[in-house]
C-alpha cells in the first residue's frame, strides 16, 4: 500500500504560480513511480506529468509552464505551476504506481482544489 497526501492547492490569478506537494508513505519511496494528474468540472481525470518510460512525460497544455519533481529523501514529489491559466482549474491529483513493467496508477490521493481566476 501506498498512501498519499497532496498539499498547496488554493486560489491564484492568472499569470500566477502555486506549488502542490505530495507526501507518501507505506512503501520504500524510490520503489515508486509518483504522477500527477487533473479533474476539471465535467471532465475526465487527465495525465498532467510523470515519469513514461526513461523520461519525464507533461501534457502538453502544461509543457513549458508545470515542473515535476522528488525528494527521494522526503519521499515526496512536487509539481510547480506556473503561468497559471484558468483552464488549469481543477482537482489535482498525485498518484503512485509500482516501479514494475506494466504498473499502472493504482495509489490516488484524496485530491487538492486548485482554481485559477481571469
Known amino acids: 500500500q501506498v498512501h498519499l497526501v497532496e498539499s498547496g492547492g488554493g486560489l491564484v490569478q492568472a499569470g500566477g504560480s502555486l506549488r502542490l506537494s505530495c507526501a507518501a508513505s507505506?512503501?520504500?519511496?524510490?520503489?515508486?513511480?509518483m504522477g500527477w494528474f487533473r479533474q476539471a468540472p465535467g471532465k475526465e481525470r487527465e495525465f498532467v506529468a510523470g515519469r513514461r518510460g526513461f523520461s519525464i512525460d507533461y501534457a502538453d497544455s502544461v509543457k513549458g509552464r508545470f515542473t515535476i519533481s522528488r525528494d527521494d529523501a522526503k519521499s515526496t514529489v512536487t509539481l510547480q505551476m506556473d503561468s497559471l491559466k484558468p483552464e488549469d482549474t481543477a482537482v489535482y491529483y498525485c498518484?503512485?504506481?509500482?516501479?514494475?513493467?506494466?504498473?499502472?496508477?493504482?495509489?490516488w490521493g484524496q485530491g487538492t482544489q486548485v482554481t485559477v481566476s481571469s
Open positions: 507505506g512503501r520504500t519511496f524510490s520503489s515508486v513511480i
Open positions: 498518484a503512485a504506481k509500482l516501479a514494475v513493467l506494466g504498473s499502472r496508477y493504482s495509489y
